[in-house]
């Protein structure tokens, strides 16, 4: 069975960072871009950042650019994304995603997604 | 970034009758060397992850009953529910990968009327 599991999510003050991880299984991950996807509570999706599957390219949203890191170690099947000088308007539900690998654009799998909350 | 706009933001309609969601893309997300859109359509229920129903704007995920259906090219697309069930009720969204980075519709939330 294909499954992401993500991890990391809490709450933190503005300015903080935070290290969110997503766990791979079930599909031969060393041939996937990956990608994380995130969600305001009750409003809309947002892309935040994707990365080749053998981690050599990586591309954000221009919303966190500079401030988030993504990268992934393919020999333990995961993900990480590195968020560093958080604000409040970072506060969503993080989807570790994974892109069809027929188009490497639509989105075939979700994670359950965790919670990160920016707030003093 | 290549802007999505949905419509309506909700919809609702009776049991068995036919729901029809419209999202259009700022620019054309036609990707001319295989001759496909760009383009996926998502359902999201309360609590849940999205899940996908249609991508390359009209090619049904395995396993979604055939009563969602996608059409539309260029800039231009739509979703069809053919005869709605009370477990459609959810949110849709549309998305294009024509671009690195994504982007996705408002969303459409689908009630019963």
């Known amino acids: 069975e294909v499954q992401l599991v993500e991890s990391g999510g809490d709450l933190v003050q503005p300015g903080g960072s935070l290290r969110l991880s997503c766990a791979a299984s079930?599909?031969?991950?060393?041939?996937?871009?990956m990608a994380w996807v995130r969600q305001v509570p009750g409003k809309g999706l947002e892309w935040v950042a994707s990365?080749?599957?053998?981690?050599?390219?990586?591309y954000y949203a221009d919303s966190v650019k500079g401030r988030f890191t993504f990268s992934r170690d393919n020999a333990k099947n995961s993900l990480y994304l590195q968020i560093s000088n958080l604000r409040v308007d970072d506060t969503a539900v993080y989807y570790c995603?994974?892109?069809?690998?027929?188009?490497?654009?639509?989105?075939?799998?979700w994670g359950q997604g965790t919670l990160v909350t920016v707030s003093s | 970034d290549i802007v999505m706009t949905q419509s309506p933001d909700s919809l609702a309609v009776s049991l068995g009758d036919r729901a029809t969601i419209n999202c259009k893309s700022s620019q054309s997300v036609f990707y001319s060397s295989n001759n496909k859109n760009c383009l996926a359509w998502y359902q999201q229920k309360p609590g849940q992850p999205p899940k996908i129903l249609i991508y390359?704007?009209?090619t049904r995920e395995s396993g979604v009953p055939d009563r969602f259906s996608g059409s539309g090219s260029g800039t231009d697309f739509t979703l069809t529910i053919s005869s709605l069930q009370a477990e459609d009720v959810a949110v849709y969204y549309c998305q294009q990968y024509y671009t690195t980075g994504w982007t996705f519709g408002q969303g459409t939330k689908v009630e019963i009327k």
């Open positions: 079930g599909f031969t991950f060393t041939t996937y871009w």
């Open positions: 990365i080749k599957p053998d981690g050599s390219d990586k």
């Open positions: 390359w704007a009209s």
């Open positions: 995603v994974r892109p069809a690998v027929y188009d490497s654009g639509s989105i075939d799998c």
